[in-house]
C-alpha cells in the first residue's frame, strides 16, 4: 500500500501513513475528503438574488415600457418585480423564516457550584422566528430606478440641441409637494 508523502508542519518530513484507497493521501492529509455529487445545486442563488431571468421574466423583458433606458433600469424593474413576489408570497403564509432554533436545561432547583442537583434538569426547546425584510429590499431598489431615472434625465438635458443624431425620448418627472396638494406640479 503506498504512503501519503504530504509534508509535515514540524519538521518538513513526509507523511509515513498508508494513503486512502483511491487517493495519494491519508485521511489525515485530505485523502478522504467527500466531494460534492455531479450536478448539486449548493451554491445556486434563487430567487430574489437570482443574477438569471426566468421564463416568464424573458418576455417581460422586451415588454418593460421604459423608454430607451439603459439595462440597469430593466434589471432593477425585475429585481423589484422579483421582491415584490416573495414579499405577496411570504404575507400569504406566516411570512416567518426560521431563525434560531436552540435546546437549553433548565435545572429545577438552585445548586451552588460543585454540588450535584436534587432533581435533573428537564431540556426545553426555544425557537425564534423573524420576518424577512421585504420593505428595505423594495425601499432600495425604488431609490436605485430613482436615481437612474434621473441620471438619465440629467444626461438628457446635457446634450446639444444642434446635434443631429437621433433623438432621445422625452422623460417627464413629476414631483408633487404633499404638503400643498392643489399646488401645481
Known amino acids: 500500500m503506498a504512503l501519503c508523502g504530504a509534508k509535515k508542519r514540524s519538521n518538513g518530513e513526509p507523511c ?3 494513503a ?40 417581460l423583458w422586451d415588454d418593460i415600457g421604459i423608454g430607451t433606458l439603459d439595462d440597469d433600469i430593466k434589471i432593477a424593474k425585475l429585481q423589484l ?17 426560521l431563525d434560531m ?16 442537583p436534587k432533581e435533573p434538569g ?3 426547546m426555544t425557537t425564534q422566528r423573524r420576518r424577512q425584510g421585504y420593505e428595505d429590499i423594495i425601499n432600495r431598489l425604488l431609490g436605485r430606478i430613482g436615481d ?14 444642434e446635434d443631429d443624431g ?10 408633487t409637494d404633499a404638503r400643498h396638494p392643489n399646488a401645481e406640479p
Open 148 to 161: 437612474l431615472e434621473s441620471k438619465r434625465a440629467d444626461m438628457i438635458k446635457k446634450l446639444d440641441p
Open 16 to 18: 509515513k501513513r498508508h
Open 166 to 175: 437621433p433623438l432621445p425620448q422625452r422623460i417627464e418627472v413629476v414631483v
Open 101 to 116: 432554533e436552540s435546546i437549553h436545561t433548565q435545572a429545577t432547583d438552585p445548586v451552588e457550584e460543585g454540588q450535584e
Open 20 to 59: 486512502v484507497p483511491g487517493s495519494s493521501r491519508c485521511k489525515l492529509h485530505g485523502g478522504a475528503a467527500t466531494k460534492a455529487n455531479k450536478g448539486n445545486q449548493h451554491a445556486r442563488k434563487h430567487g430574489i438574488y437570482s443574477d438569471t431571468l426566468t421564463a416568464d421574466e424573458h418576455g
Open 122 to 124: 428537564r431540556p426545553s
Open 81 to 97: 418585480r422579483r421582491a415584490l413576489m416573495a414579499q405577496a408570497k411570504a404575507e400569504a403564509g406566516d411570512g416567518l423564516v
